[in-house]
């Protein structure tokens, strides 16, 4: 037999049990605690991870003193940072580790403090429901979902079920992203009933009923406290778009994709002045600490499709973000740092590790990123191959991206379709860095697939509902194969003739005896009606919804649709109805 050296490094095994023939992670020695925890080993050219942690951007007047620090007499610690930074033990970050039993909570609370962790929870929130969770390299990968209602789709009510159903399916964040309805009382009401920290990007409540060019920097403030004390427990702040990196902008194939980069820079252009976000950013800074909101500090000038990959204009911001991470620790703030996009594969690492170097550890928060743009309709999964390279090599939480990316907003099926695609990504990410006990659940479906025992096997998926719908589509007794091979090539049930094996069988199981399913349950069997494609009616109904919305009449198309009038005039019609929406639903809330 041909012996092998395999690249074992030292990693955790990402097996308790140490269980079948698999030797384990391929990825560096876990090493918590220090700037590589859980990382990927370095392929040649990548930069190397900065020497500096948030213990070198101290408050002025701290010292460090030991392991700690000593903040100045009649200092009140607000924020998670200034409670690690003082050696305290937070009941958050117990809770944390409690959730992640392979840390501890001192090794929680020294991630933080080093700022290569953040424990997003608002202390409003924390009066509600929240669930305090944790997001770092040190950390299993998160995953955000995006909701929202939008000036023609949704309400309140929709965006909470939404809140309910993308945690049922695994999002550990949620943001807001509303730009229609009944911002407030969406906000609110999604806060006060949201066990998983929610995120918000503060400009688009700003600017519904006014253009961005009128927003002035004292509005931007009252927004900003306005949501700090709803309990909103990280911001998008796009602080790192400056006047001066535009130009670079102009040789893009697609510009400025971000919604929040693209109306500050025209904020910047109409007024001849700098990024407000960034000019004021120790005030905002100030309101952030009060309440403990982590900063998300915004990707304005990620690329928008592969060709624009980490060109002059992303990497610049990225500097300046690495320049405003260390602005907001010396406030005792907690900062994450937003990140691309839209990334050829072979550039994902780099990305992943430049920003560790240039913003010092803190935690990067991705959305995917698409490593192809020509699958519209898909981009759940070209993000999610995205996703998962960028969660192994440097990403601690992943932004979803759903089925209907690009082409219109997600209704309850695409909110699944992305959170699913994201828990893959993560999941196969911390099983690649060898987190601790991270392969157990692979481990144990797979013992329950070899015995052929299917009720395990459908309870142990993610999904049960839908593995039991497909298995019962075809065959809905469960024998000893299924209908993909049946039972003369069924290869599994040749192995265990081999070798008996029924280590994972129920208790009472019998070879000879054919075990009936359950019959398919509701949910089930509208998973099998609803394959491939919504039915008709369905579509017809989001599509009349749609169009009501925007005051069309059926078979036609709406005043303001392209083929009927010029790009201006489209635009003129669109801005009065968002005004008008605007103002329907203030009518609404004062009477
Ligand atoms: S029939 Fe094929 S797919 Fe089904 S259990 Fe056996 S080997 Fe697996």
Partial sequence: MASRNLPLRGAFNPSSAREGTNPGSFANPPAIGRPLSFSSPDTPGMPAPSNKTAWDFLPVGWSRSGAFATAPAGFTALTQLEHARLGVVTQEMRRVAEREPHLTPEQVRDEVGAGRAIIPANKVHLGFQLDPMAIGRATQTKINANMGASPVSSSTSEEVEKLHWSVRWGADTVMDLSTGGNLDECREAIVKNSKVPIGTVPIYSMIIGRKIEDLTESEIMKGLLHQAKQGVDYFTIHAGVLREHLPFVEKRLIGIVSRGGSLLAKWMLVHKKQNPMFTHFDEICDIMREYDVSFSLGDGLRPGGLADASDEAQLSELDTLGELTEKAWRKGCQVMVEGPGHVPFDQIEFNMKLQRTVCHGAPFYVLGPLVTDVFPGYDHITSCIGATAAAYHGASMLCYVTPKEHVGLPKKDDVKQGCIAYKIAAHAA???????????????????????????????????????????????????????????????????????????????????????????????????????????????????????????????????????????????????????????????AED
Avoid: Y
């Fill in 430 to 588: 911390d099983v690649a860095l060898g987190i601790p006990g991270s392969r157990d659940w692979d481990d144990a479906l797979t013992k329950a697939r070899a015995a052929l025992n299917w009720d395990k096997h459908f309870e142990l998926a993610f999904d049960t509902d839908t593995a039991r719908a497909f298995h019962d589509e075809d065959l809905d007794v469960d024998t000893d194969f299924c209908a993909m091979c049946g039972h003369d090539w069924c290869s599994v049930r040749i192995s265990k003739e081999i070798v008996e094996f029924t280590s994972g069988k129920a208790d009472g199981f019998a070879r000879e005896r054919v075990m009936k399913s359950p019959a398919l349950s509701p949910e089930q069997r509208e998973i099998l009606e609803k394959r491939g494609v919504l039915p008709a009616e369905e579509l017809h109904r989001l599509a009349s919804k749609t169009q009501s919305a925007v005051g069309v009449e059926k078979g036609n198309k709406a005043a303001c649709h392209s083929d009927v009038v010029d790009g201006s005039r489209a635009q003129q019609i669109q801005e009065k109805l968002v005004q008008l929406r605007v103002k329907d639903s203030a009518t609404a």
